[in-house]
């Protein structure tokens, strides 16, 4: 999904030189050689790890080892997420070891989901503790979200629940499932743009639910260098996207600013004409 923190960011942290014309790590990642084997049949050959056509299979990006955590991080994914050719959250599950990031997909939850009802189960029992303090967190930003930053790893391990979809389908599940409003919520603070350069976001505070995940164990874990082996995929996908005529995408916020700028400054001109 597309999550709205709350970040200051300035487009000019987007390297426009020759060399580097996107966020700097895209042009770092070498192109597997499969990825352009001139077979014929490339393109309609699907990669069984990734869902994606061989040819732009990122399976060979993922971290090697895998990233092992002591948080889990459990997703819970929008049914029309199913069908979208980019799945960043398949991204973070297949990047991390252990098991400890797990897909779940549905409208409301836990649903047929044998270990999901294990979990509300125990979450049910915790909302009626009031002295209890529950190391189920949902990453869903909102007045009532703690910074990150406020949790101590000391007292973890910690169970992060990401919802995946549009930010609207976000929005959706958390209103179809009360369990899940009754968790605490957290809120990431980033000051860095959305590496996912080849889609456009809702606004400049968005990060897919690949970069949400990274940076929460990043911090969590106190460990930088899971942020940076996470997004190693995505970065390899929009390099790959780039190299082949996409563009970099701004916002829409960005878009709509730089069009109020423009149509102000024509009226001021005209106005002074």
Known sequence: MTFPWK????????????????????????????????????????????????????????????????????????????????????????????????????????????????????LAIEATDVHRQSKVLILYPGKEALPLSDLKPGQGPYTFIVLDGTWDEAKKLFAWNPALQKLPQVSLQIERPSAYVVRTQPADLCLSTLETVAETLATVEADPSIRDRLLQPLHAMCNFQINHGAVIHDSKEFKEQNRQFVKENNWKKKKVL
């Open 7 to 122: 970040m200051n960011v300035s487009h000019s942290d987007i390297d426009s030189s020759e060399n580097e014309v996107f966020p700097s790590g895209l042009t770092h990642l070498p192109l597997l050689s499969f990825l352009s084997d001139g077979q014929p049949d490339s393109s309609r050959r699907m990669c069984n790890g990734c869902e994606r056509p061989l040819r732009v299979c990122w399976c060979g990006y993922l971290p090697r080892p895998l990233v092992k955590i002591q948080s889990s991080v459990i997703i819970l994914q929008h049914p029309n997420e199913r069908k979208r050719g980019i799945k960043t959250a398949l991204m973070a599950s297949k990047g991390i070891a252990q098991d400890r990031c797990r897909i779940f997909r549905g409208r409301k939850f836990p649903g047929q989901h044998g270990d999901l009802q294990d979990l509300f189960q125990r």
